[in-house]
């Protein structure tokens, strides 16, 4: 992609007046002002609770609780796929659970 020039622009900025009209160009030039500061806010936001989620992971890390041996399931023997990935399907849902459980917490 090569650079925009000065005869690109107003190229540009013709069409868009002969697209929208003088009077319309302003307000359409706010708008999108706008829209851009509330995007930036927004993900500004969603950066600060991914930080704040890190932060509070590596809290959780750094004091590690021990797991029940109920939860630990041993290798089973010469399982169909089928049954594999029924089990595999049970122990995400234990893990969600415990996931959503330690976050409530």
């Known amino acids: 992609m090569s ?4 005869p690109e622009l ?3 900025a013709l069409v ?11 307000e ?3 708008g999108v002002g ?11 936001k969603l950066r600060d609770d991914d930080e704040d989620e890190q932060r509070t992971t590596v809290q959780a890390q ?3 609780q021990p797991q029940p041996a109920a939860q630990q399931i041993p290798p089973a023997p010469a399982l169909s796929a089928e ?4 089990q595999l399907e049970e ?3 234990r893990l969600r659970a415990a996931a959503k459980a330690d976050k409530q917490v």
């Open 3 to 6: 650079n925009l020039g000065v």
């Open 10 to 12: 107003l190229i540009i």
């Open 16 to 26: 868009l007046v002969l697209l929208f009209g003088a009077k319309k160009l302003p």
């Open 28 to 30: 359409m030039a706010r």
């Open 34 to 44: 706008r829209s851009l500061r509330i995007f930036k806010s927004e993900t500004a």
């Open 62 to 64: 750094a004091q590690p």
């Open 83 to 86: 049954e594999q990935a029924r």
């Open 91 to 93: 122990q995400a849902a």
